[in-house]
């Protein structure tokens, strides 16, 4: 049985849409790797006060988590629109099954079925 992908496909294009702004206060798209963001620097001042050289470098730290906390969710997004295109939307990309319909509600985007949830972070990124 086929996945409506229907009401599936709005939501998706919606929390992109969302995402990428949100990605681009943060950091700048690679234009020749669609699935990469870089965090670019909170403070672009040369003062080389020690203290705020710290401060400066633990909130890089953190903006970089933050870009590839959203860069993997952005990704999964896209992959998740690409499988409606593909028809392939609703398979787990482990198993080959139907993802359940209350995982798809719940994360349209999820590439697995819920037997394969714990290896989805192990999926290869695109
Ligand atoms: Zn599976």
């Not at 001042?45 to 969710?73: C, K």
């Not at 998740?80 to 798809?104: H, V, Y």
Request: charged content about 30%; hydrophobic content about 35%; some cysteine.
């Amino acid at each position: 049985m086929a996945v409506d992908t229907a009401q599936y496909k709005p939501r998706l294009e919606q929390e992109l849409a969302t995402l990428t702004e949100e990605l681009k206060t943060l950091g700048i798209h690679n234009p020749e790797v669609p699935s990469d963001w870089q965090a670019t620097p909170t403070d672009v001042s040369t003062e080389a006060d020690p203290n705020i050289e710290a401060d400066r470098t633990e909130d890089w730290d953190e903006r970089r988590a933050i870009v590839a906390q959203l860069e993997t969710r952005y990704n999964n997004l896209r992959r998740a629109l690409a499988k409606i295109e593909a028809g392939t939307f609703g398979i787990c990309e482990i198993s080959g099954e139907e993802i359940e319909a209350d995982r798809l509600d719940a994360n349209p985007a999820a590439r697995t079925c819920k037997a394969h949830l714990n290896d989805e972070a192990d999926l290869p990124m695109t």
